[in-house]
Structures are given as structure tokens and as C-alpha cells.
């Protein structure tokens, strides 16, 4: 399978530079007969576009997309759907500069070793514009989770460099401009923000993403646990180098008789386990966090060497996130919904046949 | 791809329920001419081996790996490894109250819902004895990253329950009965755990796994970032919850001065990504933590139902271990091992034709 | 994907060589709930096992077929259904004067060059034996397509060498040990194949595979035809070097009237594209034909080369069938069926949710 | 892996609609450093391109293609490569008349069933159309075989009709608008086609591939096969439905002591395998031949049903092509490069360290 694709069976494949001519994906796997349209898929991209949040990069990208192919009469047909979004907002000049060297914390050393050539106009297919395309893409499976399996996707940022909250809140978190599930701790957030751009600095965060409705049953026990592509999904994202489910981390801590999920008749009693049990889902909620790193392109000036290994000291020219955390929640949504639809498509294609009732409350029912 | 199968390139798909007839694993993409033996095998699995240690299950399971294809004359010949493992230790009558049962914490609920229908006996394929064959697999992927690429990988426990050590220390872990990196936390160790298991209670656990000697140039930039595709790995790992690379959730509450790994003449100063940057290595140590939950299976009754829906308590009998992660040092090393033979393939396909000299102390070498 | 992998969802994977310890299989996304008994495998192996008729080989292997897991109480329980074929009948001193030499018209010479390495004993996994694994796996996808599908397969050798019939009666071939659509030619190739032996020599053959109560609406429309998919899955048998879908080749000599099946309401009017428009089923019987090559083990010696380049006569000893065609019946019948119940779970995955109608005979219906 | 997506290490993904608003491809796993022009990509469509022969359909689309991603300064990234042909020519009014019919020998019946919607503008995603892609990914694959491993591919068409040679001659073809091996056959394929058209009706047609100078070593011995996977790849392109290897069915009928290609130490004394052995590349020219049914959209009327089960005849206007077998060539020649590069990559990534020297002439080396 190509690097550049994600999933088995509801797969998205993308390409595309940052300051490339389009970024472009197509989408397979698509089951027929749900609508689609270019408005539903901007919609998501608009949350994640650069210059929607004041707390963001200054840069403005419209980042529009076009439905080329697998729609027709406004539901899709089954064949593959192509997307494209013409890149429009590139200042490659500000990337001139950066031509023969490698940006501390960037992929730039790894690209040039790799492949020995390097796109170096805006980090070229190593920037995080590359996830405009797993926005739109996310789009079309959250439409198909929902129309199919009644399933919903939220998220919400938990934590802002040193600043954080145990709440869960995606309604919240859409009306502020941090995307932060507790709207108390914005004006903290502000001067927080506003001292890292002062100091040419930059921070991490923590995002939570929750998946709504999912029946018990998707998943599969072993290299392919629910948890673990959903780990796989979260940690692609640009910047992300840890992923809970669950309790997560914390669970170490914890002893058996805290951390197991009791049930009673009317259901489980706790959700330590994130609704996933043996790498399938539980039908309670999903549940899991990411950590992403501090962007790198920031202006105070970085250690480095340049291609003939002479030392230097590097800055990041450019407009850039002081937190790529705060518009990376419809990232992190969109990739929740691409693996959990490939796992319902999964499952319906091995265990299509089998009868599902509920096991809760028969009692009462019967 | 099947869902028991790990791997692009180099594949391990595996079979096998904990009281069933026997585990099995073909092992696909081999390189050919690497040496390779059942006393290889062995090794390794004698590290993860019930009854290795007095901490864990008192249960002993010789588990002893045979060789029937793919290897002749001692060395590996490019067509797929099967292995073998027969199941002798099944006390299968352990189980037989549990039948008609949900074991809080174990996935004999969410396996009833998906396929309509279970093998009780020890967890069936949801026991952590599906793990001896990544174990096996592993040490074949170790064998080949030492003959082609000299990488060698290793870990240790970190923590276990509330007790932890910020050190990383493999060669200690290997000569202590909890693989732990800090020896001299041993007693409070065996105190703890004694503790548990007079309290008929377990607990969880952090493991961290390194890799030595990879070169950069290894993984994909976008959804089969390394990062990405060594988390999938680790997180299906019966148990584990959380997966960290580098830094992993201590980054969202850095800053980009101090998280960004700067660079120097003679290399990398610092290594926060874990030696993973754009999701391709960077020629440092790659460093990966997991969380472990706690047993589940434990001798304290829990609150479930039965598959009528009637409210139940559960004793889990059988002999378990009070924390799976003390023996679960040699899968993680195997899961690492997997993925990065898989990226090393993959890399060698993609870009064999790159020269790539170091670029760091070139003016040395000059 | 693994090389010794077939299928994307139901999956199949093989290892073991000819005169290795075993060889074993491992079938993955098996549907739970249905019925597989060794017995049911047996007896498809007991088609293809040497020794099955008079006019193959001598060679009498037992083939007796151990399933290890997957199956509890007599159902598939989802998980994957591993088997295992200890070999017994090896006789590896036949093969000790092949050791250095390249039989020509096998793989020893590719073998050698691929790997640098090469199982010289019996052909190594580039044996026909490697095919004893398809047939039962094949088993336990005709389970499946019947249980849950009601779909059939069925084939029979239409051409030995120069004898041939324009005839299709599986149920005929079943009865005479050629296994020939046409039982009154069986005389004339008693004769021939006795010739054959007689004079040193081999041939080939043509088998056909139908499929019956195959949907409209199996299989995809680009790259994964339904004609291509069982294209790939027949080419890949031993000596197999040509694949006809419907009329096949006689296609490029007819015109379009000729060739495209005309519909009426009660349904098509003929079916010169074997069952299959567009890369999809179109509810009739998907027919196919194969060609396979003369077998390359005659006792006739021929020119080659030995592995220090010298000029050689190679004479295969060893107890070989005269035409492998004869036994290959249940292999392409085995390749079919997984080929079908992978694109009809692929379907499922996909369309589970289309309502399907019989589009004929609608007026008389109403 | 999607169903629009062809190749496991070298893929070419692909959308788009014979009447909808573009065609998109994306090529991932492309090798670094390879130097890649639109140009380049243009001549090989403009082999294609309907209007390039007045034999052909008269339509005439200029099938621009456009490059996107993944070339920087003249040379693959190692990024995905984006590729997008905006759709011009389209008539769809021709087509409106068909949309509530089954034409019969086209894919409309079964997209409806399988699907339960068809874009029925020009067959929309069945239609032909659909191979520009594959002839532009094909270009880039060439010309990495090229750069890599000076290895070619070339074609020509064998047959149209009844009208057959038994020649090999890609040049020829090259310079006759029939693109046929034999140009002393041009005047009779003029009066045929002549007739054809006349007569409203339309013909099949072989063609025949090779690559040359492909190495020993390339292709997977069971599933992989390169036989296998070359006629998945051939048997996937429209209308194709027949492939054969070397002397494919023709080998039915000979003798072992005649099919099996004899060694002498210059090298093979014939190529009956077509190259192949043991699924494994010789080293010899690599042979296909592929068969092609007669056109389904001829303007004599056919007897089928609409959607609503009423019996009908039907007229297939538009501009079609009488022999579609004579566009054709350049799209059997893509599908082989691409499964030739994905055998060279496949192969380098598992045996990329075995020393393979020449078997042959070595004495005379010496």
C-alpha cells in the first residue's frame, strides 16, 4: 500500500506541497448513495484554514475545494472521489532563504538524507498543509458514519503549553478561538499566547477527540486493535508524538480492581478503557488524547548546520501557528472518522451476517 | 491485509487460541541468506515465558518454537518462515465457569457482539499467548537488522504501578527478575507486588524500547510516519493504552526553544523527538514508551452480567500475572524490531539508489 | 502485503516447502458461525493428493489436513483458522544430483539468481506441492460462499495435449480419473498419456471453473475486475501461462454484434463475457479458462547448465504426473472460490447498505 | 488497499468520470531523483488520444495532463506525484437518451445493481476514459525503469479481427495508424475497419507487449507471481479479456520435451515461458499477449431492457471507436511498466544485498 494512503478499505490517498501548484486526494471506497457536496467539505476545512483563529498564522489561505470526480446528482456513486485544492496564498520567497539548511526540529535534515532532494519551499510536502486533505477527506466519513451507523465526531483542546483542563467540552470549545474545552481559561490562554509571539516562542498542546454511538463490535483483536490504528491515525498528524486511549498513561498507575470496566444490567459502569476492550469497540463512547509538539518554526534563532555541514544559526522567516495544537482539533476528528469508518466497513464485510442484539437491560425489556 | 497480519514488506501473520492446538506464524518478505535458528527463537521466548519469572504466573508453558519452512541449511531462503508452537499448559477446565460470562476488563464481551460467538477457554485468541509469535518474529526481525543494517534494539520496564524511575537501563533489566532499569528499586518492587497479590489486585506498568544504530532515512512522511507506524505496532500489544515517542505527552507543555533538537557539526544536541523528525529517522536513538493497564484477570470478584443479561459477580481463577508488563519487555522489543525491518525494506525499495553520506563533521573528515 | 498472501479480506497465506517439515496455512477474515470440519478439507485434498489416480504420479501422499485454531465447536469463532500438513513421503535422495543444476523449464535458475540460496529437495516452495494449501483453504471459502451466499464452483479438464472437447460436464469429470468434461474420450487419452510415459515425454492441458449463483454486483471496476482479480488468482498456479474470462481469446476474431450479450426481461441472452461486464458480476455463471504448460520433470534429458556454468544433460528422476493438468482441477476451483468470497465481502463492505432487486421479469412478477 | 488503486510499492491511484469535471492520479513509492517532464507524460497520451488515428473514434480531447506534485527542478521528490487531466470534450446531451438503459456488453447494468446509482454520461467511470491515467503513470513508470534499470517496454497490435500475423514489430507499429506489427497488412485492415464501420459494427483485437532487457530476479514465486501479476494487470484494462505468457494457451498442446526452454552456457535456447519462471523474471524478453472483445457502443441496434424491466432496443450514439484494440497499445504497455517497476522495487527491497552475477558465458568470461 502507498505511504501516502490511509486505510483498508474506505482509503484516502493525497499529494501535494505546500507551495506546490494543488494539493489533491482521492477517496475510495466511498459507499454509494450518500450526499456529498463541496459546501459540507468546506465547511470542516474553514475550522482548520489558517487565519481563522486570531491565536493562529496571520497567513490567509482559502484553501477551497473541488469535488472532481465520484458525486453525481449530490450523492456519491461508489467510484473514487477526487479532491483539489489549488494552492493560491504561497510566498516562496520567504523560503529562498532556507534552501541550504536544515531547520532544527523540522523535517528538512531527514527529507535530504532520504531522498537525496528536498522541496525546501515551505517544508514542501513535510507542512502541515498536507492536512487540509485529511479535513475534507474526514468530511466525507464523518457524512457516511453518519447517514450509515448514526456515529458523530467531536474534539476539543484540553491543554496549551502549561495550561490545561480536565473538562471535556467540544460545543464549547467550537465558540472560542483556542478550540479549548473550558472557555474560563481563554483570557489566560490570550496572555499566554500573546507572551509566547512576544518572545519569538512557541508551545505544545493536548487534544481530546471522542467518537459518539459507535456500536460494540468494530475493531479487530489483534496487529489491527481499534486501538492501535486509531493510534496509528492520531500519531500520523504533523507534530504528534503521543497518543492515550483511554485512561491511557494514567492506567499504569492505576490497580486491576480500579481500572476494569464493571457492568452492570443497564450497562458499563466506568470508561477507563477508552470503549475499546480486546481491540473492539464496547459501545460506549471512544476516547483518546494526542500530544503534539511545540511548532518548530519559530523566530528565535536555532542551532544548525547547512547541506556542506557548516554551523549556523537558523530563523524560521514566515507566518506561523504559535500552537499548531489550537487548529489541529478537525485534524485529529478527521482521522478518528477515517479509521472508524474503515473499521465498520471492515466489519460489516467479515461479520455482516451476524445478529446483534443488545446485551444490556433484557431484564427490563423482556 | 489481513487484520492477524503486521507488516508491508516483511509480514508476520499469525493464528492460534490460548487453549487451542497450537500457535502458528508465517513470517513473509524474508531476506534470504540470514542466519537463523529455533535456538534464536527460543532465546527470546524464554524472556517472555510464563514461569520465567517468580513475580509473574506460576503457570509454566514450555513453549517451545519449531522451524518448518523457509529456512535450510541455516539460513533464511527468501520463501515465508512458519513456525510452530503446540499448546501443552491448558488447564482448560479454569475456565469453563466462565462460559457463559463477561469477565469485566477482558474482551469476552466485545467478542460475543462482533462474531455471535466464543472460544471461552483461557480468552481464545484475545489472550496474551497470541504474543509468544511476535516474540518469534521478532527475534527473525532482530536477526536481520543485525546481518543487514547493524541495529540492535532493547528496552526495559520503567514503572511499575506507582513506582518509577526516570532511567533507561537495558542490560540492568535483564540481570532482575521485574526487567526493571533501576535495580535498586527492586525491593520496593517485591514488596509492591507482594502486596497485590495478597490483595488479590494487580497493576499496570511503563515499558520504554529503544533501537541502536538506525540509520536516517527510515519511515514515511505522512500516514506511515514512523512515529505512526511504530505506535500502530506498540498499541496492539494486548494491554497498552498509550504509546510516547521522544518526549511523547512531556512536549505539550514545552516550548519550541527547548523541544526543537538543534544541530551542531557533530550532530544532534538533544533528542526530544526520539530520533524520529517529519516521521523519518534522523540517525539518533529512537525511543518509544508504553503504558500497560493492569491485569484484569484477578482473584477480587467484579461486577458483570452473564449472556442472559443477569447481574453476576466474576472471580477470574486461573494463574495470572499480577502485572503483564514485567514480561512483556521482549514483545515490545519485538514489535519495534518489526517495524523498523518493514521501514528499512520499504526505504531500501523506495530510495536504494540514494547515496547518502553523513553529513555531520564533514570538515573533520575534510 | 506478503508475496505468500492471497486476498485482501478474506486472506490466505502459505508457507512450507516441498520436502520441508510441513506446510501450513494461515486463512484470516474467515466469517464466525460457519460450519468446518477437517473432513470437509480432507476431501477436497484427497482430489488433488498424488496418488489419486493412475494416470499421475505414483508418489502416494497422505495429505492429511490439522486444523489448530479458528474453529471451536465446530464453527469458525472469526478469528483466523490456521492449518497444518506434516510432509511424510519425502524421499529427498531423489533430488541429492539436483543440488547444482538447473532443471530446465523450473525455477531452479530463477530461484537461484532471486536468492542466492535455493531448497534444491524437490523444487523446494516452488513445488506444485505448495498448492495442497490452496485446495484447503479453497474449502473453507466454498464453506463460506455456500453458507452464506448459496454460490457454487465447479471445473473440469477440457484439452490434455492435443485431445480436447468443446464440452462442460463437471459432474461427468468427477467420475474418470482425467477428470475430462468429455468421459467418451477417455480411451483415446488412456492412450495418449500411456504414449507419453512410454516416450519420456508430458503435456498440457486446459481446465474450465464456473461459478454459479453468483449476484450481480461482485467485484470492482478499475483495477480490481472481477476478471482481474481471477486472472491473478489462476495465473498464479504452477504452470499456468494463459487465463480466458468468457469467450476469451476467440473475442478479438467476433464482432460486436456478435459478442455483446443482449438482454431480455427474462434476462441475458447469451454469455460471451464469461458472467462479468464492466469488472462486475452480472448474475450468471462466471466462466473461465486455463492453460497449463507441459510438466518440466521428464526422464527425457535435456541441455542446461550447472550452477558453475558448465554445459549439462539434466535427466528428473523423482515419480512425476505426465500432465499436471489432471490433478490441477480442485487448485483452480480452490483459486475461484477465494477469489469470490473476497470480492463478494468486499461488496458487503462497501454496498452492504444497497437494496438489490431483480431487475427481470419484473412485469411478470407483478 | 482500494480498489482504484494498482501496485503495492509503486501505486497508482486514480478518479474520475469519462463526463465529470477532471481525471486525477496519484503516483506514490516513486523512486527520487528521476527526471520527470509533463512533456514526457504528454507524448506517451498523446498515443492514446482518441482522435490520434482516423481509424479510430473521431472525437478529439486534447487530454492535457498536468503535473501537481511531486516534482521539484525537473526530478521526483519521492513525494507522491499528482497528475490531472481536465475533462473538455464532453458531449454529455449524447448521452441522455441512455439514462434509464441497459446498453448491452457495457457495465451499465451492473453499476446500477451494484452501486443503486450510475452516472451515465459516457459510461462515467466504465468508460475508457479512465486509461489516460494509466498511460500517464505508465510514463512515469517507464521512465524509471529506464533510469534505473534500462529497462523498456514496447507493444503492438497482432491482431484486429480475423486479420492475424504471427510478427513482433513495435517500430512498425509505431509508424502505422493501426499500430500493427505487420504494415504490410495496412490495406486490408483499411478495407476491413472500412466495412465495419459501414456495416455498423465493431471487432476485437490482440496485441502483444514486451519489456526487454529485464534482469533475472524479478517477481514472487506463489500469489505474486509475475505472471500473475501481469495478468491482473493486463486483464484489468477495459475490454480485455484474455492474457497469455510466452505460449500461453498454445502450450496446452505441446510436449515437455518441447516447452521447456533448454540452457546452454551462451544462455536459453528459447523462450516459451515468455520470459518467466517459476514466477520469477529469466532474464529473457518478457512476453504478453492480451485479447480485447469487439467495441459494445455500435450504432446497430440492441436488444436489452430499460430500469424498469421493459424490453427495448438500443442505439449507441456518440463517436466511438470500431476496434478499440488499436488505441489500446499504449495502455498494455503502462500496466506492464507498472507491474515490472513494482516487481524491481519489490525484489530490491527483499534481496537488495544479494550478489548477483551472471550464470552465463562465464567461461569464456574467464
Known amino acids: 500500500m502507498g505511504m501516502n494512503t490511509f486505510g483498508e478499505l474506505f482509503t ?51 484553501d477551497t475545494v473541488e469535488i472532481i470526480s465520484g458525486v453525481f446528482e449530490g450523492v456519491t456513486t ?25 531547520r532544527p526540529g523540522h523535517a528538512d535534515f531527514t527529507y535530504t538524507v532520504k531522498y537525496g532532494v528536498r522541496d525546501y519551499r515551505g517544508g514542501g510536502r513535510a507542512s502541515a498543509r498536507e492536512t487540509a486533505m485529511r479535513v475534507a477527506a474526514g468530511a466525507i466519513a464523518k457524512a457516511c458514519l453518519k447517514e450509515l451507523f448514526n456515529v458523530t ?23 472560542n478561538p483556542f478550540n479549548f474545552a473550558d472557555p474560563s481559561l481563554c483570557p489566560k490562554l490570550e496572555e ?37 490504528t486509531i493510534a496509528q491515525a492520531l500519531m500520523s498528524i504533523n507534530a504528534v ?15 486491576g480492581t480500579e481500572a476494569r470496566d464493571e457492568i452492570r444490567a443497564a450497562g458499563f459502569m466506568s470508561n477507563h478503557m ?25 523566530l528565535s534563532p536555532g542551532k544548525s ?24 482539533v478537525p485534524i485529529a476528528e478527521a482521522m478518528l472518522a477515517l479509521t472508524l469508518l474503515d473499521a465498520a466497513l471492515t466489519d460489516r464485510a467479515q461479520c455482516g451476517h451476524v445478529v446483534r442484539e443488545s446485551l444490556f437491560d433484557r431484564k427490563q425489556a423482556g
Not at 466511498?30 to 497567513?59: A, H, N
Not at 508524538?241 to 490497580?255: N, Q, S
Open 78 to 102: 461508489g467510484t473514487p472521489v477526487g479532491l483539489i485544492i489549488r494552492n493560491t496564498a504561497q510566498r516562496s520567497q520567504d523560503y529562498a532563504d532556507i534552501k541550504n539548511v536544515f
Open 241 to 255: 508524538k503521543g497518543v492515550e486511549i483511554g485512561d491511557g498513561f494514567a492506567l499504569a498507575a492505576l490497580r
Open 305 to 328: 548546520i547547512d547541506t556542506e555541514g557548516h554551523e549556523i544559526d537558523v530563523v524560521t522567516r514566515g507566518r506561523h501557528d504559535p500552537c499548531v495544537g489550537i487548529r489541529a
Open 12 to 62: 484516502v490517498t493525497t499529494c501535494g506541497e505546500s507551495h506546490g501548484r494543488a494539493l489533491a486526494c482521492i477517496v475510495d471506497g466511498v459507499p454509494p448513495g450518500i450526499r456529498i457536496s463541496e459546501e459540507m467539505l468546506q465547511k470542516e476545512l474553514d475550522r482548520r484554514r489558517p487565519g481563522s483563529t486570531r491565536f493562529g498564522t496571520p497567513r490567509s489561505e482559502p
Open 274 to 298: 477508552g470503549g475499546i476492550l480486546g481491540g473492539v469497540s464496547s459501545g460506549q463512547e471512544i476516547r483518546a488524547r494526542i500530544a503534539l509538539k511545540p511548532t518548530s518554526s519559530i
Open 153 to 175: 465526531v467531536s474534539g476539543c483542546v484540553t491543554a496549551i503549553g502549561p495550561i490545561s483542563t480536565p473538562r471535556y467540552d467540544a460545543a464549547a470549545a467550537l465558540a
Open 192 to 228: 499566554y499566547i500573546n507572551t509566547l509571539r512576544e518572545e519569538h516562542d512557541s508551545c505544545g498542546a493536548i487534544i481530546e477527540v471522542r467518537a459518539h454511538n459507535v456500536p460494540a463490535g468494530w475493531g479487530s483483536p489483534v496487529f489491527d486493535r481499534l486501538d492501535a
